[in-house]
C-alpha cells in the first residue's frame, strides 16, 4: 500500500515538473496557440508583420509580438514583458528599444493630410 502511495505522489510531482518546464519555455502556450517551435511567420500572419514587434528572447529565439497586447514591462537585467493574456517573455531588447518600436507602430497609423492645397 506503502509503495503505490509513493509511485502516486511520484507520478503527480513529475506532472508537475513537466508543466513548470513547459511554462518557463513558452512551450505551452506556443503549441495552445497553434504556432509551431520557433517558427516566427506563423506567429506574424504576412510578411511585414503589422501591428507586431520584434524581440530576441533570451535564448536568441525571435519572437512577435502584437503592440496592442502588451500590457507592461519591467527593466530588471532582462526585459520582462507582461501580455494581456498573463503570459509574460523575458527578452535580450531594452526597454527603451521596445518602446521605440511601439512608438513606430503608433506614428505609422496615423496619416496627416495637407488641407492647404
Do not use: H, W
Amino acid at each position: 500500500m506503502r509503495i503505490r502511495r509513493q509511485n502516486e505522489n511520484q507520478k503527480i510531482m513529475d506532472r508537475a515538473r513537466k508543466a513548470r518546464k513547459e511554462r518557463i519555455s513558452g512551450e505551452r502556450s506556443r503549441q495552445r496557440r497553434g504556432y509551431s517551435l520557433g517558427d516566427a511567420e506563423n506567429q506574424v500572419g504576412d510578411k511585414e508583420g503589422k501591428g507586431m514587434i520584434k524581440v530576441v528572447r533570451l535564448n536568441g529565439e525571435e519572437l512577435y509580438l502584437n503592440v496592442l497586447q502588451i500590457e507592461s514591462m519591467e527593466s530588471i537585467p532582462e526585459t520582462k514583458v507582461k501580455m494581456m493574456n498573463g503570459d509574460y517573455y523575458l527578452v535580450k531588447d531594452s526597454a527603451d528599444s521596445v518602446m521605440d518600436q511601439i512608438r513606430a507602430f503608433i506614428k505609422s497609423c496615423f496619416v496627416c493630410e495637407d488641407k492647404g492645397q
